[in-house]
Protein backbone atom coordinates (compact mmCIF):
# COMPACT_ATOMS: atom_id res chain seq x y z
CA UNK A 1 0.00 0.00 0.00
CA UNK A 2 1.13 3.36 -0.79
CA UNK A 3 2.41 6.07 1.41
CA UNK A 4 1.17 9.54 2.09
CA UNK A 5 4.09 12.42 2.00
CA UNK A 6 3.74 15.80 3.06
CA UNK A 7 5.33 18.80 3.08
CA UNK A 8 4.77 21.72 4.60
CA UNK A 9 6.51 24.95 3.50
CA UNK A 10 5.59 27.88 5.81
CA UNK A 11 5.69 32.12 4.59
CA UNK A 12 8.25 34.47 4.42
CA UNK A 13 9.65 35.10 8.21
CA UNK A 14 7.26 32.16 9.96
CA UNK A 15 8.67 29.66 12.07
CA UNK A 16 8.21 28.17 15.39
CA UNK A 17 7.06 30.40 17.90
CA UNK A 18 4.16 32.43 19.22
CA UNK A 19 2.38 33.10 16.12
CA UNK A 20 2.14 29.66 14.19
CA UNK A 21 0.55 29.41 10.75
CA UNK A 22 -1.91 27.10 9.72
CA UNK A 23 1.08 25.42 7.59
CA UNK A 24 3.05 24.85 10.75
CA UNK A 25 -0.26 24.00 13.33
CA UNK A 26 -0.92 21.10 10.33
CA UNK A 27 2.71 19.83 10.60
CA UNK A 28 2.12 19.25 14.43
CA UNK A 29 -1.24 17.63 13.94
CA UNK A 30 -0.19 15.28 11.30
CA UNK A 31 1.13 11.74 12.27
CA UNK A 32 4.66 10.88 11.41
CA UNK A 33 4.48 7.40 10.44
CA UNK A 34 5.55 4.25 8.72
CA UNK A 35 2.76 5.30 6.14
CA UNK A 36 2.65 8.65 6.39
CA UNK A 37 6.09 10.83 6.04
CA UNK A 38 5.49 14.56 6.86
CA UNK A 39 8.46 17.30 6.64
CA UNK A 40 8.38 20.97 7.45
CA UNK A 41 10.41 23.88 5.53
CA UNK A 42 10.18 26.75 7.96
CA UNK A 43 9.62 30.47 5.60
CA UNK A 44 11.94 32.06 3.97
CA UNK A 45 13.93 34.94 6.20
CA UNK A 46 14.84 32.07 9.23
CA UNK A 47 17.82 30.73 8.01
CA UNK A 48 21.43 32.04 8.48
CA UNK A 49 23.02 29.33 6.14
CA UNK A 50 22.87 25.91 7.94
CA UNK A 51 21.70 27.75 10.99
CA UNK A 52 18.76 29.65 12.81
CA UNK A 53 19.25 33.39 12.87
CA UNK A 54 18.76 34.99 16.15
CA UNK A 55 18.72 38.44 15.29
CA UNK A 56 15.56 40.07 14.50
CA UNK A 57 16.63 42.82 12.47
CA UNK A 58 18.63 40.26 10.19
CA UNK A 59 15.86 37.69 9.90
CA UNK A 60 13.50 40.71 9.25
CA UNK A 61 15.85 42.08 6.14
CA UNK A 62 16.29 38.66 4.58
CA UNK A 63 12.86 38.03 4.51
CA UNK A 64 12.05 41.39 2.80
CA UNK A 65 14.59 40.42 0.53
CA UNK A 66 12.90 37.05 -0.24
CA UNK A 67 9.87 38.38 -0.43
CA UNK A 68 10.67 40.85 -3.12
CA UNK A 69 13.42 38.75 -4.56
CA UNK A 70 13.01 35.33 -3.73
CA UNK A 71 16.40 34.88 -1.92
CA UNK A 72 16.21 31.60 -0.21
CA UNK A 73 13.35 30.42 -1.87
CA UNK A 74 14.80 28.00 -4.23
CA UNK A 75 16.63 26.70 -1.33
CA UNK A 76 13.79 26.20 0.28
CA UNK A 77 12.34 24.23 -2.59
CA UNK A 78 15.60 22.17 -3.20
CA UNK A 79 15.25 21.43 0.55
CA UNK A 80 11.63 19.60 0.42
CA UNK A 81 12.94 18.20 -3.14
CA UNK A 82 15.86 16.38 -1.53
CA UNK A 83 13.28 15.03 1.53
CA UNK A 84 10.86 13.88 -1.73
CA UNK A 85 14.05 12.03 -3.46
CA UNK A 86 15.31 10.01 -0.09
CA UNK A 87 11.40 9.20 0.12
CA UNK A 88 9.68 8.48 -2.18
CA UNK A 89 9.08 4.64 -3.38
CA UNK A 90 7.43 5.27 -6.51
CA UNK A 91 3.52 6.66 -7.95
CA UNK A 92 1.73 4.44 -4.84
CA UNK A 93 3.32 7.30 -2.87
CA UNK A 94 0.86 10.39 -2.65
CA UNK A 95 2.61 13.30 -2.44
CA UNK A 96 0.90 16.61 -0.71
CA UNK A 97 2.63 19.57 -0.76
CA UNK A 98 1.02 22.62 1.65
CA UNK A 99 2.44 26.36 1.55
CA UNK A 100 1.27 29.21 2.94
CA UNK A 101 2.44 33.05 1.73
CA UNK A 102 5.51 32.57 -0.17
CA UNK A 103 5.89 29.24 0.43
CA UNK A 104 2.85 28.85 -1.27
CA UNK A 105 4.57 29.91 -4.10
CA UNK A 106 7.52 27.32 -3.53
CA UNK A 107 5.00 24.77 -2.86
CA UNK A 108 3.75 25.27 -6.78
CA UNK A 109 7.61 25.71 -7.93
CA UNK A 110 8.38 22.42 -6.36
CA UNK A 111 5.57 20.85 -8.17
CA UNK A 112 6.27 22.59 -11.41
CA UNK A 113 10.04 21.66 -10.54
CA UNK A 114 9.14 17.59 -10.35
CA UNK A 115 6.73 18.08 -13.48
CA UNK A 116 9.51 19.74 -15.40
CA UNK A 117 12.11 17.19 -14.15
CA UNK A 118 11.15 14.34 -12.01
CA UNK A 119 12.50 12.80 -8.74
CA UNK A 120 16.30 11.61 -8.81
CA UNK A 121 16.93 8.04 -6.46
CA UNK A 122 19.57 9.57 -4.83
CA UNK A 123 20.99 13.04 -3.43
CA UNK A 124 23.41 14.41 -6.19
CA UNK A 125 24.95 16.97 -4.48
CA UNK A 126 26.04 19.78 -6.13
CA UNK A 127 23.94 18.76 -9.48
CA UNK A 128 20.82 19.93 -7.84
CA UNK A 129 21.03 23.66 -7.67
CA UNK A 130 22.21 23.18 -11.66
CA UNK A 131 19.63 21.13 -12.16
CA UNK A 132 17.51 23.94 -10.97
CA UNK A 133 18.76 26.51 -12.39
CA UNK A 134 18.41 24.81 -15.48
CA UNK A 135 14.45 24.25 -14.79
CA UNK A 136 14.37 28.28 -13.85
CA UNK A 137 15.83 29.28 -17.13
CA UNK A 138 12.85 27.47 -19.12
CA UNK A 139 10.88 30.39 -17.69
CA UNK A 140 13.78 33.07 -18.63
CA UNK A 141 14.09 31.85 -22.18
CA UNK A 142 12.98 33.94 -25.40
CA UNK A 143 9.09 33.05 -25.56
CA UNK A 144 10.03 32.80 -29.25
CA UNK A 145 12.14 30.23 -28.97
CA UNK A 146 11.50 26.93 -30.23
CA UNK A 147 10.66 24.39 -27.50
CA UNK A 148 13.78 21.79 -27.86
CA UNK A 149 15.86 24.70 -27.01
CA UNK A 150 14.19 25.74 -24.02
CA UNK A 151 14.43 22.62 -22.60
CA UNK A 152 17.35 21.48 -24.13
CA UNK A 153 19.63 22.38 -21.01
CA UNK A 154 17.19 20.47 -18.67
CA UNK A 155 17.24 17.84 -20.74
CA UNK A 156 20.99 17.06 -20.47
CA UNK A 157 20.28 17.01 -17.16
CA UNK A 158 17.37 13.92 -17.06
CA UNK A 159 20.16 11.99 -19.62
CA UNK A 160 22.84 12.55 -16.88
CA UNK A 161 20.59 11.85 -13.28
CA UNK A 162 17.60 9.43 -15.15
CA UNK A 163 15.10 10.69 -12.51
CA UNK A 164 11.52 9.02 -12.52
CA UNK A 165 9.36 11.36 -14.40
CA UNK A 166 6.13 9.90 -14.00
CA UNK A 167 5.77 11.31 -10.30
CA UNK A 168 2.51 12.87 -9.71
CA UNK A 169 1.19 15.38 -6.88
CA UNK A 170 -1.92 14.34 -5.65
CA UNK A 171 -2.49 17.56 -3.67
CA UNK A 172 -1.29 21.57 -3.52
CA UNK A 173 -3.09 22.60 -0.27
CA UNK A 174 -2.07 27.12 -0.74
CA UNK A 175 -2.85 29.85 1.61
CA UNK A 176 -3.21 32.62 -0.54
CA UNK A 177 0.12 32.09 -3.05
CA UNK A 178 2.07 35.30 -3.09
CA UNK A 179 3.12 36.12 -6.94
CA UNK A 180 6.04 36.82 -8.95
CA UNK A 181 9.88 37.60 -8.44
CA UNK A 182 11.33 40.79 -9.38
CA UNK A 183 14.40 40.54 -11.19
CA UNK A 184 17.14 43.61 -12.52
CA UNK A 185 17.57 42.42 -16.54
CA UNK A 186 17.06 43.23 -19.74
CA UNK A 187 16.09 46.38 -18.23
CA UNK A 188 15.41 48.00 -22.19
CA UNK A 189 12.87 45.08 -22.96
CA UNK A 190 10.90 45.41 -19.92
CA UNK A 191 10.82 49.22 -20.44
CA UNK A 192 9.57 49.07 -24.02
CA UNK A 193 7.02 45.93 -23.12
CA UNK A 194 6.10 46.30 -19.76
CA UNK A 195 6.79 50.24 -18.65
CA UNK A 196 8.99 49.11 -16.13
CA UNK A 197 13.04 48.68 -15.83
CA UNK A 198 12.17 45.28 -13.77
CA UNK A 199 10.66 41.85 -14.37
CA UNK A 200 8.64 40.75 -12.71
CA UNK A 201 9.04 36.85 -12.81
CA UNK A 202 7.59 33.60 -12.31
CA UNK A 203 8.73 29.61 -12.73
CA UNK A 204 7.73 27.16 -15.20
CA UNK A 205 4.30 25.47 -14.58
CA UNK A 206 3.29 27.26 -11.30
CA UNK A 207 0.44 28.80 -13.04
CA UNK A 208 -0.83 25.29 -13.99
CA UNK A 209 0.14 22.12 -13.72
CA UNK A 210 -1.27 19.04 -15.35
CA UNK A 211 0.88 16.50 -12.87
CA UNK A 212 -1.27 18.22 -10.09
CA UNK A 213 -4.48 16.01 -9.13
CA UNK A 214 -5.96 18.52 -6.62
CA UNK A 215 -5.69 22.46 -6.00
CA UNK A 216 -7.49 23.99 -2.89
CA UNK A 217 -6.52 27.78 -2.61
CA UNK A 218 -7.54 29.59 0.19
CA UNK A 219 -7.12 33.73 -0.80
CA UNK A 220 -7.83 37.05 1.26
CA UNK A 221 -10.14 39.14 0.02
CA UNK A 222 -9.28 42.19 2.13
CA UNK A 223 -5.35 42.13 1.60
CA UNK A 224 -3.72 45.41 -0.48
CA UNK A 225 -0.51 45.24 -0.30
CA UNK A 226 1.27 45.62 -4.05
CA UNK A 227 3.85 43.42 -2.94
CA UNK A 228 0.94 41.12 -2.00
CA UNK A 229 -0.64 40.49 -5.03
CA UNK A 230 -2.48 36.63 -5.41
CA UNK A 231 -1.22 34.46 -7.59
CA UNK A 232 -4.35 32.13 -9.08
CA UNK A 233 -4.00 28.76 -10.64
CA UNK A 234 -5.43 27.88 -14.12
CA UNK A 235 -7.08 24.68 -14.15
CA UNK A 236 -6.21 22.27 -17.13
CA UNK A 237 -6.82 18.24 -17.54
CA UNK A 238 -4.99 15.90 -15.09
CA UNK A 239 -2.34 12.85 -16.64
CA UNK A 240 -0.40 12.38 -13.93
CA UNK A 241 2.88 13.64 -15.91
CA UNK A 242 4.06 16.31 -18.24
CA UNK A 243 3.76 13.23 -21.15
CA UNK A 244 -0.29 13.77 -21.95
CA UNK A 245 -1.34 10.38 -22.72
CA UNK A 246 -4.91 10.60 -23.73
CA UNK A 247 -5.41 7.44 -21.65
CA UNK A 248 -4.53 8.97 -18.34
CA UNK A 249 -6.44 11.53 -19.00
CA UNK A 250 -8.54 13.14 -15.71
CA UNK A 251 -10.60 16.10 -14.13
CA UNK A 252 -8.45 18.26 -12.32
CA UNK A 253 -10.32 19.62 -8.92
CA UNK A 254 -9.99 22.56 -8.32
CA UNK A 255 -11.32 25.36 -6.20
CA UNK A 256 -10.32 28.52 -5.56
CA UNK A 257 -12.23 30.13 -2.44
CA UNK A 258 -12.11 33.55 -1.27
CA UNK A 259 -12.32 34.62 2.51
CA UNK A 260 -13.04 38.02 4.82
CA UNK A 261 -9.74 38.58 6.26
CA UNK A 262 -6.23 39.76 5.50
CA UNK A 263 -3.10 37.54 4.07
CA UNK A 264 -1.87 36.58 7.60
CA UNK A 265 -5.62 35.70 8.61
CA UNK A 266 -6.13 33.26 5.78
CA UNK A 267 -2.89 31.89 6.52
CA UNK A 268 -3.37 31.33 9.98
CA UNK A 269 -0.84 33.62 11.58
CA UNK A 270 -2.32 36.10 14.35
CA UNK A 271 -1.96 35.00 17.68
CA UNK A 272 -3.46 31.79 18.65
CA UNK A 273 -6.74 33.16 20.37
CA UNK A 274 -7.48 35.72 17.58
CA UNK A 275 -6.88 32.88 14.74
CA UNK A 276 -10.72 31.73 14.25
CA UNK A 277 -10.61 32.84 10.57
CA UNK A 278 -7.69 30.58 9.69
CA UNK A 279 -8.84 27.48 11.52
CA UNK A 280 -12.10 28.30 8.94
CA UNK A 281 -9.63 28.44 5.79
CA UNK A 282 -7.47 25.11 7.57
CA UNK A 283 -10.33 23.09 7.83
CA UNK A 284 -11.84 24.22 4.71
CA UNK A 285 -9.10 23.17 2.60
CA UNK A 286 -8.33 19.24 4.70
CA UNK A 287 -12.31 18.54 4.11
CA UNK A 288 -12.22 19.53 0.77
CA UNK A 289 -9.11 17.51 -0.08
CA UNK A 290 -10.54 14.75 1.04
CA UNK A 291 -13.45 15.29 -0.37
CA UNK A 292 -11.80 15.68 -3.89
CA UNK A 293 -10.03 12.42 -3.35
CA UNK A 294 -13.14 10.03 -2.69
CA UNK A 295 -14.70 11.74 -6.03
CA UNK A 296 -10.58 11.40 -8.13
CA UNK A 297 -10.77 7.47 -6.63
CA UNK A 298 -14.07 7.35 -7.82
CA UNK A 299 -13.40 8.40 -11.56
CA UNK A 300 -10.56 6.38 -11.44
CA UNK A 301 -12.10 3.27 -10.65
CA UNK A 302 -14.97 3.98 -13.49
CA UNK A 303 -12.28 4.81 -16.15
CA UNK A 304 -10.96 1.81 -15.95
CA UNK A 305 -14.44 -0.46 -15.04
CA UNK A 306 -13.55 -1.15 -11.84
CA UNK A 307 -14.54 -0.70 -8.06
CA UNK A 308 -11.74 1.23 -5.47
CA UNK A 309 -9.44 -1.80 -4.52
CA UNK A 310 -9.11 -1.70 -0.42
CA UNK A 311 -5.52 -1.75 -0.67
CA UNK A 312 -5.68 1.69 -2.09
CA UNK A 313 -4.54 4.51 0.59
CA UNK A 314 -7.96 5.84 2.12
CA UNK A 315 -8.66 9.74 1.63
CA UNK A 316 -7.45 12.25 3.53
CA UNK A 317 -4.75 12.80 5.94
CA UNK A 318 -4.16 11.00 9.29
CA UNK A 319 -3.83 12.93 12.42
CA UNK A 320 -2.24 12.51 15.98
CA UNK A 321 -5.17 11.61 18.41
CA UNK A 322 -6.33 14.89 19.88
CA UNK A 323 -4.34 16.80 17.48
CA UNK A 324 -6.68 17.48 15.17
CA UNK A 325 -8.97 18.70 18.12
CA UNK A 326 -6.70 20.78 19.70
CA UNK A 327 -4.58 22.49 17.27
CA UNK A 328 -7.17 22.87 14.39
CA UNK A 329 -10.92 23.06 16.06
CA UNK A 330 -9.85 24.58 19.03
CA UNK A 331 -9.93 22.71 22.06
CA UNK A 332 -10.88 25.30 24.74
CA UNK A 333 -10.26 22.98 28.09
CA UNK A 334 -6.34 23.93 27.09
CA UNK A 335 -4.26 26.76 26.73
CA UNK A 336 -0.58 27.03 24.50
CA UNK A 337 2.94 27.09 26.19
CA UNK A 338 2.08 30.92 26.20
CA UNK A 339 -1.38 30.49 28.44
CA UNK A 340 -3.73 31.79 25.41
CA UNK A 341 -7.15 29.78 24.68
CA UNK A 342 -7.07 27.77 21.84
CA UNK A 343 -9.37 29.45 18.89
CA UNK A 344 -12.58 27.58 17.74
CA UNK A 345 -12.87 28.07 13.87
CA UNK A 346 -14.85 30.84 13.38
CA UNK A 347 -15.82 32.49 10.09
CA UNK A 348 -16.57 36.05 11.48
CA UNK A 349 -13.55 36.22 14.29
CA UNK A 350 -11.52 39.28 13.99
CA UNK A 351 -9.09 39.81 11.04
CA UNK A 352 -5.90 41.94 11.14
CA UNK A 353 -4.87 45.05 9.06
CA UNK A 354 -1.77 44.48 7.68
CA UNK A 355 -1.05 47.82 5.58
CA UNK A 356 1.98 48.53 8.48
CA UNK A 357 3.93 52.35 8.77
CA UNK A 358 6.89 50.38 6.57
CA UNK A 359 5.33 48.85 4.52
CA UNK A 360 3.53 52.51 3.00
CA UNK A 361 6.21 53.72 0.74
CA UNK A 362 5.81 50.56 -2.00
CA UNK A 363 2.02 51.75 -2.10
CA UNK A 364 3.57 55.02 -3.72
CA UNK A 365 6.10 53.55 -5.83
CA UNK A 366 5.16 53.74 -9.48
CA UNK A 367 3.39 50.77 -11.51
CA UNK A 368 3.32 50.05 -14.67
CA UNK A 369 -0.12 50.09 -16.26
CA UNK A 370 0.16 46.90 -17.93
CA UNK A 371 0.57 45.02 -14.56
CA UNK A 372 -2.63 47.05 -13.33
CA UNK A 373 -5.22 44.24 -12.26
CA UNK A 374 -7.87 46.28 -10.39
CA UNK A 375 -10.34 46.90 -13.38
CA UNK A 376 -11.41 50.49 -12.09
CA UNK A 377 -7.77 51.06 -11.75
CA UNK A 378 -6.05 54.26 -10.71
CA UNK A 379 -5.80 57.23 -13.15
CA UNK A 380 -2.30 57.37 -15.20
CA UNK A 381 -0.52 56.84 -18.82
CA UNK A 382 2.48 54.65 -18.88
CA UNK A 383 2.53 54.23 -14.82
CA UNK A 384 0.55 54.75 -11.96
CA UNK A 385 0.43 54.95 -8.35
CA UNK A 386 -0.89 51.74 -6.64
CA UNK A 387 -2.32 53.16 -3.08
CA UNK A 388 -3.53 50.16 -1.46
CA UNK A 389 -6.12 49.06 -4.62
CA UNK A 390 -7.82 45.82 -3.91
CA UNK A 391 -6.95 42.68 -5.26
CA UNK A 392 -9.58 41.44 -8.50
CA UNK A 393 -11.52 38.10 -7.66
CA UNK A 394 -11.02 36.50 -11.03
CA UNK A 395 -14.24 35.00 -12.75
CA UNK A 396 -14.76 31.52 -11.37
CA UNK A 397 -13.24 31.84 -8.34
CA UNK A 398 -15.76 31.52 -4.96
CA UNK A 399 -16.77 34.34 -2.66
CA UNK A 400 -17.40 32.16 0.60
CA UNK A 401 -21.35 32.99 2.05
CA UNK A 402 -19.63 34.25 5.32
CA UNK A 403 -18.05 37.36 3.62
CA UNK A 404 -22.03 37.48 2.68
CA UNK A 405 -22.63 37.44 6.77
CA UNK A 406 -19.99 39.75 7.42
CA UNK A 407 -21.06 42.74 5.38
CA UNK A 408 -24.70 42.01 6.75
CA UNK A 409 -23.91 42.21 10.32
CA UNK A 410 -20.51 44.80 10.36
CA UNK A 411 -22.10 48.16 8.96
CA UNK A 412 -18.20 48.79 8.86
CA UNK A 413 -17.48 46.00 6.68
CA UNK A 414 -17.73 46.92 2.78
CA UNK A 415 -15.22 44.97 0.33
CA UNK A 416 -15.12 47.37 -2.77
CA UNK A 417 -13.80 43.92 -4.51
CA UNK A 418 -16.45 41.60 -3.91
CA UNK A 419 -18.06 39.92 -6.94
CA UNK A 420 -21.11 40.70 -7.82
CA UNK A 421 -22.04 36.67 -8.29
CA UNK A 422 -23.96 35.67 -4.84
CA UNK A 423 -21.38 34.26 -1.91
CA UNK A 424 -20.70 30.05 -2.32
CA UNK A 425 -21.93 30.11 -6.02
CA UNK A 426 -19.63 30.07 -9.65
CA UNK A 427 -18.06 26.72 -9.19
CA UNK A 428 -16.86 26.91 -12.17
CA UNK A 429 -13.18 25.91 -10.93
CA UNK A 430 -11.10 27.91 -13.39
Known sequence: MGRRIVICIDGTGNEVGPNETNILKLYKALEQSGDQLVH???????????????????????AVLGLAFGWGLEDDVLDAYRFLCRNWQGSTDRIYIFGFSRGAYAARMLAGFIHNFGLVERDYGRLLPKVFRAYRAVTDADCDAPANEVFRSLRRYVDVMRPHQGVPIRALGLFDTVSSIIRFRRPLHNLRHHGSLVEQGTHANVRTNCSVRIVRHACALDERRSLFRNLGWERTDYFGNRFRVASKRRQQYVEQRWFAGYHGDIGGSPPEDRSGVGKVTLLWMLDGIAADEAAADAEDARAIGNVPSRSEPSTGLTFRRGARKRYLEGDTTITTVDGLPYARPDPQGPIHGSLKLGWWPLEILPKSMTRREWPPGRPGFIWYFPLVEPRRVPPGHIADPSIAERVRDDPDYDPPNLPDTPPGENPDLS
Do not use: H, I, M, Q
Open 40 to 62: YVPGVGTFEGSRLSSNAAVRKTR
